[in-house]
């Protein structure tokens, strides 16, 4: 992926008054409350509530982590196995509510996504959490608590890769992924973000600003009717998705839109999209472009197409639940935090 393309670590801010990184906050005009942001010797856990993970992989996660100034706490997951899970439903359960519960722990990050985590959603307790909030680190899978906070909770998360994702050897890594997951690091710091992704044909102009939520799109549209489903209205809204056929990428986006996900929105960010092959004489005859400008035709908000979130290298960290402005225009698409 050309650097060019993709703008990360927009502009830090100056300065952060103390009281972002020590108090909750609420996002303006938004009802979210941000997290305090993280200041060096905070503690950063890590817990597999979805697919399981070795301590071996999860290590170059927790010495670059350690390098930017936090301390760790490994999880009793991590190691854990049961079958594709990081261990029972209720070692799960057990390990991700203690991360909540304890007030020493500033964030948690995912090991890595899956499948897992609905399974365990509706018995979590949120009160301890609910009064005192902190951040929730992951994507793919994680989708499920980045909506289940949003519509229960109002309060914000991070959408960015997790633990697997990790250069082994940061001297030898791609800049892409350095730039990705420094946006981790600037996220829970509290820097002001900010990302650039080039002009699409498929683009549609405009600027606006409101709250962003989303992730990924099979995770959204099956937490429909259930009491995680994702409120659209008035956001920004951002879709990725990944192994899927074109034909349930469309029967996927008919859901959104015949439930309203669609209509009211205030920007439309689509990520990375990596689809299965149709099959020989299966041929779908619609690209993900098609797909995706069929369901908002009618709508006026901007849009903006191969954005950099998804199951992808140029995968950046985005704030959930924070206001965000989102601009498309002939030079490309920008999304930036206030």
């Given at each position: 992926m050309n650097r060019k393309h993709f703008l990360s670590s927009f502009i830090a801010a100056t300065t952060i008054l103390p009281s972002l990184r020590t108090l909750a906050i609420e996002s303006e005009?938004?009802?979210?409350?941000?997290?305090?942001?993280?200041?060096?010797?905070?503690?950063?856990?890590?817990?597999?509530?979805?697919?399981?993970?070795t301590p071996e992989q999860i290590q170059p996660s927790v010495v670059q982590m350690q390098s930017w100034g936090f301390n760790m706490k490994i999880g009793k997951t991590i190691g854990k196995r049961d079958f594709t899970y990081g261990g029972t439903d209720e070692e799960r359960l057990a390990d991700f509510q203690e991360m909540l519960d304890d007030p020493g722990i500033k964030a948690i990050m995912c090991a890595r996504g899956g499948y897992g985590f609905v399974r365990i959603i509706d018995q979590l307790d949120f009160s301890e959490f609910n009064r005192n909030p902190k951040w929730i680190i992951g994507f793919s899978d994680i989708t499920v608590l980045h909506c289940h906070l949003a519509k229960n909770f109002g309060i914000a998360s991070i959408h960015s890769k997790m633990c697997n994702s990790f250069p082994d050897d940061w001297?030898?890594?791609?800049?892409?992924?350095?730039?990705?997951?420094?946006?981790?690091?600037?996220?829970?710091?509290?820097?002001?973000?900010g990302y650039h992704a080039p002009s699409n044909s498929n683009n549609r102009f405009g600027k606006t600003e409101a709250i962003l939520v989303?992730?990924?799109?099979?995770?959204?549209?099956?937490?429909?009717?259930?009491?995680?489903?994702?409120?659209?209205?008035?956001?920004?809204?951002?879709?990725?998705?990944?192994?899927?056929?074109?034909y349930s990428i469309d029967r996927m986006l008919w859901n959104l839109k015949r439930s309203g996900k669609l209509r009211n929105l205030k920007g439309l960010i689509v990520g990375g999209f990596k689809v299965k092959p149709d099959d020989a004489g299966e041929e779908f005859g619609k690209s993900i472009y098609d797909i995706v400008l069929e369901k908002v035709k009618e709508y006026t908000y901007p849009i903006a197409f191969d954005f950099p979130v998804g199951h992808q290298r140029n995968n950046f960290a985005l704030k959930c639940g924070a206001?965000?402005?989102?601009?498309?225009?002939?030079?490309?698409?920008?999304?930036?935090?206030?």
């Open positions: 005009n938004s009802g979210f409350k941000i997290p305090p942001y993280l200041k060096p010797g905070d503690t950063i856990g890590i817990s597999s509530p979805a697919g399981y993970i001297a030898k890594a791609e800049p892409i992924q350095i730039e990705t997951i420094l946006s981790i690091k600037n996220a829970l710091i509290g820097e002001e973000m989303g992730g990924n799109l099979s995770i959204i549209e099956t937490l429909a009717g259930s009491p995680s489903d994702l409120d659209t209205k008035d956001k920004i809204l951002f879709i990725e998705d990944t192994g899927e056929y074109l206001k965000h402005v989102f601009m498309v225009n002939e030079n490309g698409s920008v999304l930036r935090t206030f």
